[in-house]
């Protein structure tokens, strides 16, 4: 049975799905999250409270602080993960080769099922987005 290859080239605004086929990629979907392109300043309406109590650091943030960007880089990692994770279980995904940069990277592993993280096959550590479905191919080891 022939095996069934994703290539999936992301950052924490942009992602885009190719099939891989006979070393061929076509692009099946592009997934946008359009706020993380938003200014941090757009996407916050207030910040934490203070601790005015007196007690020891008074004017301490009273939750840490998270940015905004990496807030929405977060869920937009999530959303991957999930349309990802659904692809599998439902046998669209037999292998599945990532390139993503760097800081996406991370938070796309950490919101990986395990199981499809067992079928990453290999990384690209690089925002290759902006790439034509040519060059693309090119970043990773031949004979996927």
């Given amino acids: ?41 757009d996407l916050t309406t207030d910040k934490p409270g203070k601790n005015r109590e007196g007690i020891g650091f008074g004017n ?24 990802l994770d659904h692809a599998r279980s ?10 993503a940069s760097p800081s996406f990277l991370g938070l796309l592993r950490q ?6 993280a067992n079928l990453v096959a290999a990384e690209v550590d690089k925002d290759i987005t902006h790439l034509k479905t040519n060059e693309i191919i090119k970043h990773f080891p031949i004979g996927l």
């Fill in 1 to 41: 049975m022939k095996k069934k290859s994703w290539v999936v080239v992301a950052n924490s605004a942009q992602a885009r799905l190719f099939k891989l086929d006979n070393l061929a990629l076509s692009e099946m979907d592009s997934l946008v999250h359009a706020e993380s392109r938003m200014h941090g300043i």
């Fill in 60 to 83: 301490a943030p009273l939750e840490k602080q998270l940015s905004p960007k990496k807030h929405e880089a977060i869920i937009f990692a999530k959303q991957l993960a999930a349309h």
């Fill in 90 to 99: 439902s046998g669209e995904i037999d292998k599945l080769f990532v390139a």
């Fill in 111 to 116: 919101e990986m099922n395990g199981l499809t």
